[in-house]
């Protein structure tokens, strides 16, 4: 992890260029879809990134040296079980090689196991997956298609991806990849950028921590919510618009006690408030795994994106079932400071 270089101004607009050659090169003509498995693959990196430590584990998103395309796209469907279930509460029904193996641990014979598990493969990977920028459906299409995803592994794997303060060449190289790639529907619509900012800075976000605070409340910062949260800009604008004066606050400032300013002082680091105070609902899941990418890509990760309808009952669906924060006597928090 710490042979990562941090992207810079450069990077980012070399790196949507040359993904954009080799979509051209490979001749991948449904652009809608290439964008959203590019998306996949930088959940897969910001869960190997967040998992391993900075010295000691290999990373596990990279293509090395004489390695099959079977190994490495095992390992990146893992990756993405693994971030689809951490970050979005989605169970991905999907078998992975080490539950396979401890299974094939009671079968005696090895030409047994090995029939087992080239069965296993051939199901789960030469068919389309979650890593298709060309169609899949023998180990011919297979094998071409992965010719793609090396290079937009190779593409990817020198840099960092997940940081702890906003990074502006990766939120700007996202935004191109949003304004390239996804395709909006009937009914969807992608507020710009700039308007997402002038709307944040309209609402009176200090007033309500002012407010909060003189009625000592433990909890001061306001709680937002976003309940068609699309690509995420109205969540990424109002969390650098709080961080603003989080940065500024002080623990003279804070009326609530000392219990008030251990909550405040252990989670103003890093953006850590924003699992808090901070959700997104998105009906549809590939926008909700956009969202959840945005808020990675501008400093925090935290904040609660739940794939499910913003118009359900709170109470009754499964979607929020503890996803919301939990108030007094187990009751689910139901009320934000700010619908944006």
Known sequence: KRDLKDLSREDGGDIFNRFAEILRRNVVSDKTNAYNKIFNLFLCKIVDEYEKDEDVAKLEFQWEEGESNEIVLLRLNDLY?????????LDISAVTISQLEQELENIKTKKDKEKIK??????????????????????KTFDLNCLVVKEVIKLLEPYKIRYETKQQFLGDFFEKLLNTGIKQEVGQFFTPVPIAQFICKSLPVFEIIQNKNNDKEINFLPYVIDYASGSGHFLTEMMEEINHYVEKINNDFIKGGARAKIEFNSLKENMLWAKEYIYGIEKDYRLAKTTKISTFLNGDGDATVICGDGLDNFSKSEDYKERLKTVKHGKQNEQFNIVV
């Open 81 to 89: 079980k693994r971030g689809m279930m951490n970050y979005l509460s």
């Open 118 to 139: 080239n069965l296993f493969i051939e199901q789960k990977l030469y068919t389309s997956n979650d890593f298709a920028f060309k169609e899949v459906f023998d180990k």
